[in-house]
């Protein structure tokens, strides 16, 4: 579902443009609303949230799309934890649909999906490796990597129920703004992908923004 924000931009307390294989890793308080930016379109921000009291709670797939009846995520779709708390809530998204099931991309992947020397490109899972250890103050680590959010990327599933990576319908500009319900460790990746369409084949940056 399509709909706009009420928000702009020059009121936002913090903006920062994170470089596509880069992660943006941050405390979002109950009542803030953050917004990623698909600065220029078709670019795959793969995240993970956990809640920043007790990060053992945290996102949870399988909740979400049961409590909305949806594969699909957008605006209205609240996220629950794996607790059946609500942790944050879509609240603006002018791309229309974000996907949560066909998880962060890794070498390991890459591998088996593309080819052998696909092992040494830089993924996702990487990413979040990087942000858990240069973040100690979270306690969390490798076993902490779970269930995430495509935000911008596209994976339509079949009248047979198979899933498919299809180009995106992001363009630039494109946007999609959450309400937090609690205080959330957000962790993003801004996908490195090269073979795949969910980047488009060109990685590029978002932006990140704030508002209190
Ligand atoms: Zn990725």
Redesign the pocket.
């Given at each position: 579902m399509i709909l706009e924000s009420q928000l702009s931009p020059e009121n936002a307390s913090y903006r920062e443009v994170v470089l596509a294989g880069d992660y943006w890793m941050q405390v979002v308080k109950s009542g803030q609303t953050f917004r990623i930016l698909d600065l220029e379109g078709n670019q795959?921000a793969?995240t993970l949230f956990y809640s920043a009291a007790d990060p053992a709670e945290r996102y949870s797939a399988m909740d979400t799309i049961r409590h909305q009846g949806n594969l699909y995520l957008t605006a209205g779709t609240r996220l629950i934890s794996s607790e059946g708390r609500e942790m944050l809530e879509i609240t603006a998204d002018t791309c229309g649909r974000h996907d949560t099931l066909g998880g962060?991309?890794a070498t390991e992947s890459n591998t088996v999906r593309y080819a052998l020397e696909k092992k040494c490109m830089h993924?996702?899972r990487d990413s979040y490796l990087l942000a858990l250890m240069q973040n100690p103050h979270f306690g969390m680590d490798k076993r902490d990597i779970t269930h995430n959010i495509n935000f911008f990327m596209n994976v339509p599933v079949t009248p047979e129920g198979g899933l498919t990576f299809a180009d995106g319908i992001s363009a630039p500009g494109k946007y999609v703004e959450l309400m937090a319900k609690m205080d959330v460790i957000v962790l993003i990746?801004n996908?490195?992908?090269l073979n795949n369409p969910c980047n488009a084949y060109n990685p590029t940056p978002i932006e990140v923004l704030i508002w209190d």
């Open positions: 795959a793969d962060a991309c993924a996702c990746s996908c490195p992908q």
